[in-house]
């Protein structure tokens, strides 16, 4: 039993390129979520899932985008990146709401 | 929107010692809390939860106090061990589809 998993652990991306962020649990939870963690600061969710086939926005959507094609995995994009998403992403998953989230150990993307 | 703020960003205690981080919301509707710890270099991991119908909730050497008055929380680590050194984090639900987290309070335990 995995839990949650990220891939991939470090990525550093010039101004302008694109890349997508893997989330896999094995834990069988519909709500996912991604988050980002910038210094000194708690976590913020970008998007969430509650389910496969939906998304939706969270509280730093702007310049991500995500897609819940499989119950299991939930992917992070970001299309043209900048150097304001340098940060450490996280993603996690719950069984609802009212339930604790597992996460994952993180991705740190760095921005140039 | 939800405002979560932690009173203290860092704190030292001995060996031993008890230790309380603290937390406050603005949310009077908020209805469900959160205790996480994150050690360096690691995700964020539950400790304990409440829900707002209870007033304190315990679990293995850790309790979580919630007023609803004052809109303050509390997480209580008793005999704190150096492997309680990390980040804390309170986190609040808001609202239907969301969960708020505070800033965070360093734990450092002190030999």
């Known amino acids: 039993n995995a839990g949650v998993t990220q891939t991939p652990k470090f990525r550093v991306l010039k101004t302008g390129q694109s890349m997508t962020l893997l989330c896999a649990q094995d834990?069988?939870?519909?709500?996912m979520y991604w988050y980002r963690q910038d210094p000194g600061m708690g976590l913020r969710l970008i998007h969430y899932s509650v389910g496969e086939g939906t998304t939706a926005k969270g509280e730093v959507p702007d310049g991500y985008n995500v897609s819940r094609l499989k119950k299991q995995n939930f992917l992070l994009g970001l299309e043209s990146a900048a150097p304001s998403q340098t940060s450490v992403y996280f993603c996690a998953s719950s069984y609802g709401w009212y339930n604790e989230q597992f996460f994952g150990p993180g991705t740190r993307l760095t921005v140039l | 929107g939800e405002s979560v703020g932690l009173h203290l960003p860092t704190l030292s205690v001995q060996e031993g010692d008890n230790s309380i981080i603290n937390c406050a919301y603005s949310n009077s509707a908020s209805d469900y809390f959160i205790w996480y710890k994150q050690e360096s270099g690691k995700g964020p991991q539950f400790i304990i939860d409440?829900?707002?119908?209870?007033d304190k909730r315990q679990g293995q050497r850790v309790t979580v106090l919630l007023n609803k008055t004052v809109k303050h929380l509390s997480l209580q680590i008793a005999a704190t061990q150096p492997g309680d050194s990390a980040v804390y984090f309170c986190a609040v639900k808001e609202g239907a589809q969301k969960l708020v987290f505070g800033q965070g309070t360093r734990l450092t335990i002190n030999p």
């Open positions: 834990m069988n939870h519909e709500y």
């Open positions: 409440i829900r707002s119908n209870m």
